[in-house]
């Protein structure tokens, strides 16, 4: 595995690496390794002692997890879908989905649950890419407002079902951890399109589901 990784890291080096999201160019792992050690540095530490060493491989590999959704693209997810349901034409919902992502003001984190409903029209997808789509926006900088409302923008656009609605609860370091620091503060966004903006039923259906009232 060590050899396989160093092996990866060499040609990721050489190659050029460009963001599927942005388009932009993407710095070689080396630069990226040593814009960590420049921190440590700037923060007063040594980059070189013992318990630093490692460091800079080990937050760069985390933040290929933490960014992989620039390297995924949510909407070929929903492609594939199912038309024979048997007439269901009633709420779909997925509840609780787990959400980590980052604040792309002060690149900390932002921690919560995803609440995702649609009405079909003709088509369902299987609830995992619901999920799915869920950790791609949210595995990149982001601020609420604008990932709940690419999560329903591209439910919308993709599967074209009669309703979506999204709901996002979440806490963020950037309040929490520094700056105000409130540590009990939720922040609650929402989107909803089609019947369920349209419609106060549809509505509150699907806020009875997640386990809420009122947004």
């Known amino acids: 595995m060590a050899q396989r990784r160093a092996t990866m890291n060499k040609i990721m080096k050489k190659s050029e690496v460009v963001s599927l999201a942005t388009g932009l160019a993407r710095p070689s792992?080396?630069?990226a390794e040593q814009a960590v050690r420049t921190l440590i540095r700037w923060a007063g530490d040594d980059p070189e002692r013992e318990g630093l060493v490692g460091t800079p491989?080990?937050?760069?590999?985390?933040?290929?997890?933490?960014?992989?959704?620039y390297d995924v693209d949510p909407r070929e997810m929903l492609q594939r879908t199912f038309e024979e349901?048997?007439?269901?034409?009633?709420?779909?919902?997925?509840?609780d989905i787990r959400l980590e992502s980052h604040c792309e003001h002060h690149m900390v984190p932002i921690i919560g649950r995803v609440h995702v409903g649609y009405?079909?029209?003709?088509?369902?997808?299987?609830?995992?890419?619901?999920?799915?789509v869920v950790d791609a926006y949210a595995h990149r900088l982001q601020i609420q407002e604008k990932l709940t409302a690419q999560i329903a923008n591209t439910l919308q656009d993709v599967l074209q079902p009669r309703g979506v609605a999204v709901v996002i609860e979440a806490a963020h370091q950037c309040m929490t951890t520094r700056g105000v620091h409130k540590s009990d503060?939720?922040?609650?966004t929402?989107?909803?399109?089609?019947?369920?903006?349209?419609?106060?039923?549809t509505r509150r259906e699907f806020l009875t589901m997640i386990g809420r009232t009122s947004i």
Do not use: C, H, Q, W
């Open 185 to 188: 503060v939720t922040m609650v």
């Open 190 to 201: 929402s989107r909803m399109l089609g019947a369920f903006r349209d419609n106060g039923e």
């Open 57 to 69: 491989d080990r937050v760069v590999r985390s933040y290929e997890e933490f960014f992989a959704g």
């Open 29 to 31: 792992r080396e630069e």
């Open 85 to 95: 349901v048997e007439g269901y034409d009633e709420v779909v919902a997925l509840r």
């Open 119 to 132: 009405l079909p029209d003709r088509r369902v997808v299987g609830i995992s890419k619901l999920a799915r």
